[in-house]
């Protein structure tokens, strides 16, 4: 089952994806939709991180700046990072005070002295392989950089993505289509609206918080001890778009965190209201009139 499930509101939010998804009929409304996801493994990715550096004088605070993360760079090269593939974003480079007592005859008084200087940056590393990551970061901690701030995922062709949800969604609504007409709904003399929408959905957007469940100590209740209270540590977790709702699912098996899309496809079939009227026909007479003004009909 997962200790997932001694989380509260997990199992709300579990219990809520599982509602099933009901038939729309609104008078002579005929509502269908169909939804459809594909899972997309990125082209590339970004790694963020963070770099901070304090100095006695700006010298000082930007040669050591510059070591770090000139260490940092030569470093991740060695994994295949190209130079057009990193760029240092230039954050802030002010001075630092500090407070500081001044004492006088008959009072004590404190103000702001500068103490130094501090330089924020950024590095932006681009690159095409998600298990280069790891060993970014560790290029990174050489370096005493701890911060990764993020890491964007990028798909090249996007557009394609939509196109060929929008395929099998066409695809899938005909068949639809087909059915209700076997079921004796006049699909085909209806008049119709449709309506659809796209999404995306980065992993960055789908961690949810998680709190393990761990023991202080196991070793505890052996020496005689008790131990009340259990270390909760709050982690993340990847936690995918449920696929209830999709009547088709592209690349399904996942094991890398994807990025989702999603299309939907609504439309709207206004049915002919009662039976259908038969078709007049044209009906001519001829009328042949004598002299007396006696009218007959002639059949032809």
Not at 14 to 29: D, T, Y
Not at 140 to 149: C, M, R, T, W
Not at 221 to 242: A, C, E, I, L, M
């Amino acid at each position: 089952m997962g200790n997932l499930m001694y989380e509260a509101s997990s199992r709300m939010w579990l219990q809520q994806a599982e509602q099933p998804v009901r038939a729309s009929i609104q008078g002579n409304m005929l509502v269908l939709e169909v939804n459809a996801m594909m899972n997309m493994r990125a082209d590339s990715y970004l790694a963020i991180f963070h770099v901070v550096q304090l100095g006695q004088s700006a010298e000082e605070a930007d040669s050591l700046m510059n070591e770090r993360v000139e260490g940092m760079l030569a470093r991740v090269r060695k994994h295949g990072v190209k130079e057009n593939d990193i760029f240092t974003d230039m954050l802030s480079f002010v001075p630092v005070y500090e407070i500081e007592a001044t004492r006088k005859l008959f009072s004590k008084t404190y103000q702001e002295v500068p103490a130094g200087f501090e330089i924020q940056k950024n590095i932006h590393i681009k690159f095409r392989d998600a298990r280069i990551l790891d060993k970014l970061v560790t290029a990174a901690a050489k370096e005493e950089i701890y911060d990764l701030v993020k890491v964007d995922y990028f798909v090249d062709k996007q557009s394609a993505c939509y196109d060929t949800l929008r395929i099998f969604a066409n695809r899938l609504m005909q068949q639809k289509l087909d059915h209700f007409a076997k079921l004796g709904l006049k699909v085909e003399e209806s008049h119709r609206n449709a309506a659809e929408q796209n999404g995306a959905h980065f992993p960055l957007d789908r961690y949810a918080a998680y709190q393990s469940r761990v023991q202080t100590s196991l070793n505890s209740r052996r020496r005689g001890q008790v131990v009340n209270d259990v270390r909760k540590p709050s982690s993340f977790f990847y936690n995918k778009v449920p696929y209830g709702r999709f009547d088709i699912v592209l690349h399904a098996e996942i094991t890398e965190p994807p990025v989702q899309y999603t299309y939907n496809l609504t439309l709207q079939c206004q049915l002919p209201e009662g039976f259908a009227k038969k078709e007049a026909k044209e009906i001519v007479k001829y009328i042949w009139i004598n002299e007396k003004g006696d009218m007959k009909e002639l059949r032809l």
